[in-house]
């Protein structure tokens, strides 16, 4: 990792910038496999599947023996880890849940607001160099509490034509039985569009690659609805000397890991903790399986020696990480001034791989800065607010003319006639 040593603001963004993605570049490769599954269909995903997957399918929609048999391949004890994270993020998530506002805002003007589940979802689930299983559970749970009447789930097949069984397992367990074998671009198309085995759905959800990204915010353009813009993973971890640097570096570790182009930042308040902190990296890192991509993400990543913590924290929200862990002598008080962060953790004894797997909170978080504009995926996510209004003969008589004034000054007298018919009804019938 590269170290800074308390750079200025003026710095900050060059010094911090994250992994170029060149979306305008990809949409060129993005765009033809769109049409081309529009046109297409089914036809169009088989065919992408033996280009870019390399295998043979015969039937995308995944089958009921396919499911059974993948349940018996997932060993007791993963099987009991999903439980358990089930039933934390279900609790977590369940209690999001707001009840419906009635107000009366002035005598005979009742204004309502309730939640409406979307109707139909599509979730995309990676299943590359790591499956994502666990955001089965992140985006499958809050759609079944939102009452989402379809759930349809996108996952690439392996060179045998088949999906990961602990992502076939986990969807089964929480109900989700329209399982497609297509990934990439070409499955974010599927669900923007609809094909024969796929069908159209009002919003898509989950991460992926830099060509699923691009394809998720083309299908904004198509009138489909996305969680958030996303770029690769990140986690920015701000430390003094009560942390234990072994943690620090693990849990940088444990961003560095998901892909070349992910990013660890370290902020830290001495070069002497610094140090200690880049030490324990090179260590462990070496025992990583995956210590080659470890080793690449290091490369966009950097230490940053702040000893004034007022800086430090203004650099954290300058930066808006999709993971912050905090763990200095201060940390609650640190946190409360914290306003661009995808999701925290605090203390020595929260890792960020918690979050990801089972304490409860959605993992599914803005990238790239956007958790400046952007909150990561919860039970909002799946609902729509929808407002009502209610107004009685002594409501329009009370709010009328308040209306009546707004759309004669703002020149649109059919705004304002709607309200005068109505006070003119009321006069002429006495009422």
Known sequence: ?????????????????????????????????????????????????????????????????EIKNASAQVAPELKEAILKAKENIEKFHEAQSTPDLEMEVMEGVTCMRRSVPIQKVGLYIPGGTAPLFSTVLMLGIPANIAGCEQVVLCSPPNKEGSIHPAILYTADLIGIDKIIKAGGAQAIAAMTYGTESVPKVDKIFGPGNQYVTAAKQLATKKGTAIDMPAGPSEVLVYADDSSIPSFVASDLLSQAEHGIDSQVILVVDSEKLSTKISREIEKQLEKLPRKLIAAKALENSVSIVMPNQDKAIDLINEYAPEHLIIVVHNEDEVAKRIINAGSVFLGNFTPESAGDYASGTNHTLPTYGYAKNYSGVSLDSFVKKITYQKITAAGIKNLGPTVETMAANELLDAHRNAVTIRLEYLKENGL
């Open 1 to 65: 990792m590269k170290v800074l040593n308390n750079p200025s603001k003026s710095e900050w963004k060059s010094q911090l910038a994250r992994p170029a993605l060149e979306i305008k570049e990809i949409e060129k490769l993005v765009k033809p496999i769109m049409r081309k599954v529009k046109r297409q269909g089914d036809k169009a995903l088989i065919k992408f599947a033996l280009e870019y997957d390399h295998v043979e399918i015969k039937d995308l929609l995944v089958s009921r023996t």
